[in-house]
């Protein structure tokens, strides 16, 4: 026996008349023969045909034998000097000596840790990474995305070993907990698969206009690759301690239904029945104004998912660690916020509904039916699944229709007025966004001007009930409040008392509105007419921290706010307080509505009837006012501090009161202009024109000068 290349080898049959300098092909090719009941995994090799010369190297001498008795052996007697050699011999009897070793196959131990897991990403080709990624409820299909869709960090991109045998590598996804069993065979700088199971992936290609489509790979429009043969490198993967979000409790997002995330792109947004029949019904709408917002209450503890993992121990064998890999996702309920209300309701699969794919509808109902949910990230979105694996809505990037179109697939969306894992909705994702779908005004304000979009101003008559006037604009102090909110809140106050501090803060007095049975009549005091509240401004001092105001109840003097407490300070002070948010972006017109919520349980707007000012439960017919920005309201007139009178003039300040006390001034940015000590009751002190802040004893007052 020996080695020949291949040019050495001739395919001529016996009547060609060979040439004995080359070597007939059919000598180099062997039967296998197994006996695994006498020999189990040996094999014996035998010739089926084979060309040899029997005396001479004629090429008459040529002969031909095709009885399979020529078998491969080894020989070490004395003919061969003791040393073994593999010869072939004439013999009827098979000889099962030999094993067949795999060749370049990697060393699946050298892949392994002696200090923990081992994970990779898994790229094909040079730019290709392998997932195993939700498609519908339940089921997971392997993807090769390019770089700048694969989220290495991500589980759905990592793989870890969990078993090292002789059928080779086991590779867990940590996403899906999907395995793939393969041998890696060492090409250069890459590994060949080896694998002989069912499971199969595909490529994804983002197209020019973003949309995610999978490769067609041959004429029929197949899309399917198998892993047998496929050129890999393996990555070692960074793993991070909790995946998918991890934002603070009470963060408050928006889900919003698009292609992409794109400022252009439609998008559909959450919203509640439209009509008002049903308040526990989600419906779509394609207005952001429109949209409801979700605050999450976040599980104190994550959720934990492990797999077993291989190591090499102190002796260097393979060993396995239970439950040693460890992913940890935190887990939401999705609270609703109706026009910025934290409501008592959540986010709930429905048991019974007659829309379309019931099973996987969304409602909105009572805590005890909240679902838990996983937020995990991917790409540049989050999709939301529930614990149970449950998606929430099959808007999968990968599972892209080439032909779909985006306007057709959220019109169908809508098409049962419903949020629901809907098999055709293959384009749209789902994306969650932390900034607030309401912009408010800016929390930085405090004196502003409210002008209606009619021109016309918001005031108080004698009684303090709020009107609409069409003269000079009116001053107001807006404090901001709850400023750790995605949308903070504002009391709004005008005209101050030097003396006692008290403002005129807009009140909503729903709670004070009173039906007397026996004269079966309303309490006018506080209603335009039967079922038209009044807006009023009621006189109040509010502490320096915003959290507590001094006001009259039932005329006793009380304490308000945010809690009730055993001392008699009542929790009312939500009615005191109102979101100021962009109702009309393109003329930058804002409503007022009232964070508490109403008696029937939905948000109350500011709004008007025959000038006189009211509250409605409808967006549409709240008031829009456009917010300008202005001073302390001074103007000529005189402000009194403590007994002090400051009075701006023209090219001066005139402090009157204030004799034996220091009185500085300083223009709107700090800058000191005099500071002295008032020589008299009557002190005039020279200033330039505009805003200055006249300060006597630290008390701080804004006049203007002419």
Request: charged share 20%.
């Amino acid at each position: 026996m020996k080695t020949v290349k291949t040019s050495e080898i001739n395919d001529l049959d016996v009547s060609d008349k060979p040439c004995g300098s080359t070597i007939n092909v059919w000598n180099t090719v062997f039967t296998v023969k197994k006996n695994d009941i006498n020999n189990a995994g040996y094999y014996a090799l035998s010739l089926a045909h084979l060309y040899y010369v029997k005396t001479t190297d004629k090429a008459s001498d040529m002969q031909s034998r095709k009885d399979n008795k020529i078998r491969l052996s080894v020989k070490s007697d004395a003919s061969y000097n003791s040393n073994e050699y593999l010869v072939s011999e004439e013999s009827t009897t098979p000889n099962y000596i030999f094993k067949f070793v795999e060749s370049n196959i990697k060393d699946a131990t050298e892949l392994l840790s002696a200090e923990g897991k081992s994970v990779y990403n898994i790229q094909i080709g040079d730019d290709l990474f392998l997932e195993n990624h939700m498609v519908q409820a339940g089921t997971y299909s392997y993807f090769a995305t390019g770089s700048a869709m694969a989220d290495l960090n991500s589980p759905a991109y990592q793989f870890v070993i969990t078993k090292v045998s002789d059928a080779g590598v086991t590779f867990t996804n940590r996403a899906s907990g999907n395995t793939l069993t393969v041998k890696l065979y060492e090409r250069g700088d890459y590994y060949s698969l080896a694998y002989t199971g069912d499971k199969k992936f595909e490529i994804l290609n983002i197209q020019n206009n973003g949309d995610v489509k999978k490769r067609i790979i041959n004429s029929t429009g197949n899309t399917e690759l198998s892993f047998h043969r496929m050129p890999v490198q393996l990555i070692p993967a960074e793993t991070e301690a909790i995946s998918g979000w991890n934002v603070a409790d009470g963060t408050q997002v928006t889900i919003a239904f698009a292609r992409d995330n794109a400022p252009a792109s439609n998008k559909m947004y959450p919203q509640l029945n439209a009509a008002g029949t049903d308040l526990d019904k989600i419906e779509l709408t394609d207005d952001v104004f429109e949209a409801v917002q979700w605050q999450l209450e976040k599980s104190s503890k994550p959720k934990y998912t492990t797999y077993t993992y291989a190591y090499l121990d102190k002796n260097e064998k393979v060993a396995y660690k239970t439950k040693g890999d460890t992913i940890a996702y935190y887990m939401y309920n999705f609270r609703l916020v109706d026009d910025g209300n934290v409501t008592d309701k959540y986010l709930q699969k429905q048991t019974s509904t007659t829309a379309a794919s019931s099973a996987n509808a969304y409602s909105i109902g009572a805590k005890t039916g909240a679902g838990n949910f996983i937020i995990s990230t991917d790409w540049d979105y989050s999709e939301i699944i529930t614990i149970d694996g449950k998606a929430f809505i099959s808007v999968n990037k990968h599972m892209q229709n080439p032909y779909a179109d985006i306007d057709k697939e959220l019109t169908r969306c809508m098409a049962n007025n419903s949020i629901q894992t809907l098999s055709y909705a293959n384009q749209i994702k789902t994306y969650l966004v932390q900034d607030a779908p309401a912009v408010s005004l800016p929390a930085t304000a405090t004196y502003v001007t409210l002008q209606s979009e009619l021109g016309n101003y918001i005031a108080m008559d004698g009684e303090k009930d709020g009107i609409v006037i069409s003269n000079e604009p009116l001053t107001y102090r807006v404090f901001a409040t709850d400023l750790d909110a995605a949308v903070p809140s504002f009391l709004i106050s005008t005209g101050f008392d030097a003396e006692d501090k008290a403002r005129n803060f807009l009140f909503n007095p729903e709670d004070s509105v009173n039906y007397y049975v026996g004269a079966g009549a309303y309490d006018k005091n506080y209603e335009w007419a039967e079922d038209t509240k009044k807006a009023i401004f009621k006189s109040g001092i509010l502490s320096e921290s915003n959290d507590t105001m001094t006001t009259s109840i039932k005329g006793k003097v009380t304490e308000v706010a945010m809690k009730s407490d055993n001392k008699g300070t009542k929790g009312d002070l939500n009615r005191f307080k109102y979101q100021i948010v962009l109702a009309d972006a393109e003329d930058d017109l804002y409503a007022i509505r009232q964070i508490a919520a109403g008696y029937n349980g939905k948000t109350q707007y500011l709004s008007s009837i025959n000038d006189k000012l009211t509250w409605v439960y409808n967006e549409p017919k709240a008031m829009k006012f456009v917010i300008a920005d202005t001073v302390s309201p001074t103007a000529n007139e005189a402000i009194e501090a403590a007994g002090v009178q400051v009075i701006g003039g023209q090219g001066v300040v005139t402090v009157q009161g204030a004799a034996g006390k220091v009185i500085t001034v300083a223009n709107i940015l700090g800058q000191t202009i005099a500071n002295q000590v008032a020589a008299s009751d009557n002190v005039t002190i020279a200033a330039p024109a505009g805003v200055v802040v006249v300060a006597v004893e630290g008390e701080a007052t804004k006049v203007v000068v002419k």
